[in-house]
């Protein structure tokens, strides 16, 4: 069992939460965690209580950025002509523009 920990608001983080997910929403989340920048417990509690993840910059966020625009070419050289896109895919690509647009508005504003 893990030890109890703090969070940004200086309580006690002594509660466990577990849910079940299929494979596929598994590896899901896990690219969105590694795209947010944060841990999985950061990120799934931010999500489930409708808080934003904001994302910033850093050597983690851009190498998770490198490696999933890797496997997005990947895919995207296994599908022909466009058909048999699966929506995983899109979110994916959507999330990594958003992300990418943002980082471009930071680096204008500095």
């Not at 893990?2 to 940004?8: G, H, Q, R, T, V």
């Not at 965690?33 to 994302?55: F, M």
């Not at 002509?81 to 959507?94: C, M, N, Y």
Request: charged fraction near 30%.
């Amino acid at each position: 069992m893990s030890a109890k920990n703090l969070d940004n608001r200086n309580r006690w983080r002594s509660k466990t939460i577990g849910f079940r997910v299929s494979p596929e929403e598994n590896e899901q989340i896990n690219i969105l965690v590694r795209l947010s920048g944060l841990t999985k417990q950061d990120y799934i509690t931010k999500r489930l209580l409708c808080h934003y993840v904001v994302v910033q910059g850093n050597p983690r966020v851009y190498k998770a950025l490198r490696n999933e625009l890797s496997a997005v070419l990947q895919e995207l050289r296994r599908i022909e002509a466009g058909s048999g896109v699966d929506d995983e895919l899109l979110e994916t690509i959507e999330l990594i523009a958003v992300i990418l647009g943002g980082m471009k508005g930071e680096e204008q504003n500095e």
